[in-house]
């Protein structure tokens, strides 16, 4: 997905530049923007999937009534919520990680910048920041999760019922590279953050 090439446009530049002047820093402005960037497109591609599902949902359990479910007013307005909810959550979670006092290290062990390893090197109490980070990336991430589920749940019920071969491999066909994207990006987040 697009956001996949942005990760790689907000993480990468500054490391190769790191390796070639052999050097490992990374300005806080460059954190800042680095951090901000990072969780506005994870994000928004959550969000993406999630509304992929619901295209999926609605073009195979509902095909007469795809083309006022999905017109492209409601596709505007979802791609527009998507992008300035991202604006505000971002926000909000980078604001919260760099109100934080950091009076320790400033050595991060990884090579770009994220909250929970910013949230190490805080000399205060970050018990909160990790409450909010942990509630709200369950909140979002669970119940576009469970979206998800939701609607594959369905669309496997709708397609199971079609009487032709055909017309299921082609259901079936649409559906598997949306679910491998989103076990690839669930999977991976999961791992590395919980």
Not at 25 to 36: L, N, P, R
Request: hydrophobic letters at 45%; proline letters at 4%.
């Amino acid at each position: 997905m697009m956001e996949d090439a942005c990760y790689i446009s907000v993480t990468v530049p500054n490391s190769c530049i790191n390796s070639l002047l052999d050097s490992s820093t990374i300005s806080k402005s460059g954190c800042v923007s680095q951090v901000f960037l990072v969780v506005f497109f994870v994000y928004v591609e959550l969000l993406f999937l999630t509304i992929m599902a619901c295209d999926r949902y609605v073009a195979i359990c509902r095909p007469l009534h795809y083309p006022v479910i999905m017109n492209s007013r409601i596709c505007i307005r979802t791609t527009l919520a998507s992008l300035l909810s991202g604006l505000v959550y971002a926000g909000v979670h980078t604001g919260n990680t760099f109100r934080l006092p950091f009076c320790q290290s400033n050595v991060i062990h990884q090579f770009f910048c994220d909250i929970p390893s910013l949230l190490k090197l805080s000399c205060s109490d970050t018990f909160s920041n990790e409450i909010v980070i942990v509630a709200s990336g369950l909140g979002i991430g669970g119940g576009c999760f469970i979206f998800i589920i939701w609607s594959y749940v369905h669309i496997f019920s709708t397609v199971l019922k079609f009487p032709s071969r055909a017309d299921r491999t082609k259901a079936f066909s649409t559906c598997v590279p949306h679910i491998l994207v989103v076990s690839i990006f669930l999977s991976s987040a999961f791992y590395v953050y919980l």
